[in-house]
């Protein structure tokens, strides 16, 4: 029974395997091909260098990220810290009525 339910799936699998490349050629020919840059030229690329804004630095952009979010970092952990503190004064408060 093992034998004949393999083959059945060997022979489903071979009849049906041109079927898949042939819908693969079908969804090939629907696809928009790349643009063609050809001789246009870009805009961007005639205009002039100002050279005031050109910056010269070591940093990196994940440099300046980490330099803009710091401060951020350190007031939201100085806050954390404080509700504990606050949290814990405010239970220590409650026990001591008892």
């Known amino acids: 029974m093992r034998v004949?339910?393999?083959a059945l799936a060997l022979l489903l699998l071979t009849l049906f395997a041109p079927?898949?490349?042939?819908a693969d050629?079908?969804?090939?020919?629907s696809v928009i091909p790349p643009a063609e840059v050809g001789s246009l030229i870009d805009p961007h690329s005639q205009?002039?260098?100002?050279?005031?804004?050109?910056e010269i630095t070591t940093q990196t952009p994940a440099d300046r990220?980490?330099?803009?979010?710091?401060p951020l970092v350190v007031a939201l952990g100085l806050g954390?810290?404080?509700?504990?503190?606050?949290?814990?004064?405010?239970?220590?408060k409650e026990s001591q009525r008892d």
């Open 25 to 29: 050629d079908e969804d090939k020919e």
């Open 80 to 92: 954390s810290v404080a509700l504990v503190i606050y949290t814990l004064a405010q239970g220590a």
């Open 65 to 70: 990220f980490v330099n803009a979010t710091t």
């Open 4 to 6: 004949k339910l393999a």
């Open 19 to 22: 079927a898949a490349s042939w």
């Open 47 to 54: 205009e002039p260098i100002d050279l005031s804004k050109i």
